[in-house]
T-cell receptor
Framework: DARVTQTPRHKVTEMGQEVTMRCQPILGHNTVFWYRQTMMQGLELLAY????????DSGMPKDRFSAEMPDATLATLKIQPSEPRDSAVYFCASGSGQRAPVSTDTQYFGPGTRLTVL | AQSVSQHNHHVILSEAASLELGCNYSYGGTVNLFWYVQYPGQHLQLLLKYFSGDPLVKGIKGFEAEFIKSKFSFNLRKPSVQWSDTAEYFC????????????FGTGTRLQVFP
């Protein structure tokens, strides 16, 4: 049963520290998404990739957040420096990216990384 | 701007009661529609989806949803809920002209009491 995996599952850090979250998409999926979930804002799309190329990172604070895909099996989300307001659950999702003639793409979510910044 | 509205923020039911969760979207074009469920402490899982065809879609665990195009709605239903259905439910849409993106509603928290 193919699944999206994320590490770490939990991270507690102090303000100012660098945080790196990792995601392994489902093998063969070519779209990868990063979401942030908070009580106040719900689920927000931070960034996403298609075939490892970043397509949209408009939801991400550029000054401290960065997202990359070093290879097809790994996506990373970094926060440097971290702030208490970054405390949230960060979800990665992947999809097959099927489009033509009609998209039937579905996103599959990982278990999330619960980040607490003190 | 595209948006998804879930008007029920918190629903409390007894076991065996019927459930209907509202979802309305704002978008002029064709969309794909989804319901995701998030059980306590877990990640989002796909409950059901609509791409085309029969507007009444059946998903896992006895859930179904009906797409009513004229009302821009995709309400989730279950005739008889169980305690194990306690979770948060998210409606999401994906515009066909940008199917990479999922636009989520704010979610509805369902609590089912025995």
């Amino acid at each position: 049963d193919a699944r999206v995996t994320q590490t770490p599952r939990h991270k507690v850090t102090e303000m100012g520290q660098e945080v790196t979250m990792r995601c392994q998409p489902i093998l063969g999926h070519n779209t990868v998404f990063w979401y942030r979930q908070t009580m106040m804002q719900g689920l927000e799309l931070l960034a996403y990739f298609r075939n490892r190329a970043p397509l949209d990172d408009s939801g991400m604070p550029k000054d401290r957040f960065s997202a990359e895909m070093p290879d097809a099996t790994l996506a990373t989300l970094k926060i440097q420096p971290s702030e208490p307001r970054d405390s949230a659950v960060y979800f990665c999702a992947s999809g097959s990216g099927q489009r033509a003639p009609v998209s039937t793409d579905t996103q599959y979510f990982g278990p999330g990384t619960r980040l607490t910044v003190l | 701007a595209q948006s998804v509205s879930q008007h029920n923020h918190h629903v409390i039911l007894s076991e065996a009661a019927s459930l209907e969760l509202g979802c309305n979207y704002s978008y002029g074009g064709t969309v794909n529609l989804f319901w995701y469920v998030q059980y306590p402490g877990q990640h989002l899982q796909l409950l059901l989806k609509y791409f085309s065809g029969d507007p009444l879609v059946k998903g896992i665990k006895g859930f179904e949803a009906e797409f009513i195009k004229s009302k821009f709605s995709f309400n989730l239903r279950k005739p008889s809920v169980q305690w194990s259905d306690t979770a948060e439910y998210f409606c999401a849409v994906s515009p066909l002209d940008n199917t990479d993106k999922l636009i989520f509603g704010t979610g509805t928290r369902l609590q089912v009491f025995p």
